[in-house]
């Protein structure tokens, strides 16, 4: 049986049977909004590349979180650019770094906002690569004992969960050994497991000064071509004690998201990155598109792709578009 019998136009006609009806129902409540902490005091510095977006020091960024907070917001993910950089991305270790201090001063504030913070080298060396560089490769295991001192580190500042996004092998196993020997084993990990060497991360690079002084991410990001090998990516961190997995870039990936989400009973996080965010806001200030519709659209496709958590600069405009009565997809 089919037409007339059938005719899926009946749940369309009214506002009221869409919204019933409806398949995925985005909420605030998944978001996280991703945050630039920089040295100084009162300093905002806006990210050309990412308008909304701003590099600021820790009494700014205060200010910020309430503001994320009161927006019902429940979480942040930290970058830092630290006072100096060198070969091995020692600054970011310090119990007063850049990223510790902000941490700390978020716990002092007494906010609520779960706490993510990024580990990885590339804004604390002076290459720009994620790990140390030995005879001019990106060097795996030298690498390992800085992260998971970088990820104590922030464990001891009051960090709510560690993000390790570096892509060396053997990092969650590493971090989780690191925080188990220092009495922090209920801190959560959320590897950053299939994470695609990109072009969407065009102007984070510029917001973190991240950008490799020479050669590209190659040899440690994931071929964009590639989908099994996300799933054994997820499946070797999750065996080192990751608790919760994440798919980057989002919007060119979404079939790797789904893949994830069918395949493994964990949370599953998805990051919106700085050149998805980008080509929206360009595009808008254009004219070319509605902001407010293709944002929603964006967020709602990320989860019907199967993330439970959705890192997004437009976090906050989400937020606010989702408290205006009838606004859904
Ligand atoms: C690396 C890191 C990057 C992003 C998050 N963590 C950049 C990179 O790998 O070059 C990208 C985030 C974005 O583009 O929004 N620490």
């Known amino acids: 049986m089919s037409f007339p019998t059938h005719r899926p136009r009946r749940l369309r006609r ?10 995925t129902r985005i909420s605030t409540t998944g978001l996280i909004y991703p945050m630039f902490v920089c040295p100084g005091t009162k300093v905002r510095q806006a990210v050309s590349s990412m308008p909304g977006v701003a590099q600021q020091s820790v009494d700014q960024l205060l200010e910020e979180c309430r503001e994320v907070e009161s927006l019902g917001i429940p979480g942040i993910i930290l970058f830092g650019l630290p006072e100096s950089k060198d070969a091995t991305g020692s600054s970011s270790t310090h119990a007063q770094g850049i990223v510790q201090r902000a941490v700390e001063a978020i716990r002092k504030a007494s906010l609520k906002l ?26 795996n295991d030298a690498t390992l004992e800085i992260l998971a001192n970088q990820a104590l580190s922030h464990a001891r500042a009051g960090a709510d969960i560690v993000a390790p996004s570096d892509m060396m092998d053997g990092r969650v196993a590493a971090i989780r050994a690191k925080l188990e020997d220092h009495r922090f084993e209920n801190l959560p990990i959320l590897a950053y497991a299939a994470k695609y060497s990109s072009a969407f991360y065009g102007p984070f690079r510029e917001a973190a000064q991240s950008t490799p002084q020479f050669g590209d991410r190659r040899s440690y990001q994931m071929d964009p071509a590639n989908a099994r090998e996300a799933l054994k990516e997820v499946a070797l961190d999750l065996e080192e004690g990751a608790d919760m997995v994440m798919v980057k870039p ?9 893949r994830v989400r069918d395949h493994f009973d964990v949370p599953v996080g998805a990051y919106n990155v700085s050149g998805e965010y980008a080509m929206v806001k360009a ?15 964006i967020i709602t496709g990320i989860q019907r792709a199967g993330a439970d958590i959705i890192l997004t600069y ?16």
């Not at 060396?125 to 790990?131: A, F, K, L």
């Not at 989002?250 to 789904?258: F, G, N, Q, S, T």
């Open 14 to 23: 009214t506002e009221a049977l869409r919204d019933l009806v409806r398949e």
């Open 114 to 139: 779960v706490v993510i913070t990024d580990v990885c080298l590339c804004e604390y060396t002076d290459h720009g690569h994620c790990g140390v560089v030995e005879n001019g490769e990106v060097a």
């Open 250 to 258: 989002a919007l060119p990936y979404l079939d790797v998201i789904r």
């Open 283 to 297: 595009a808008a200030a254009n004219g070319w598109l509605d902001e407010k519709r293709a944002v929603l659209e």
């Open 314 to 329: 437009h976090a906050k405009d989400v937020a606010r578009w989702l408290r205006t009565p009838g606004t859904n997809m």
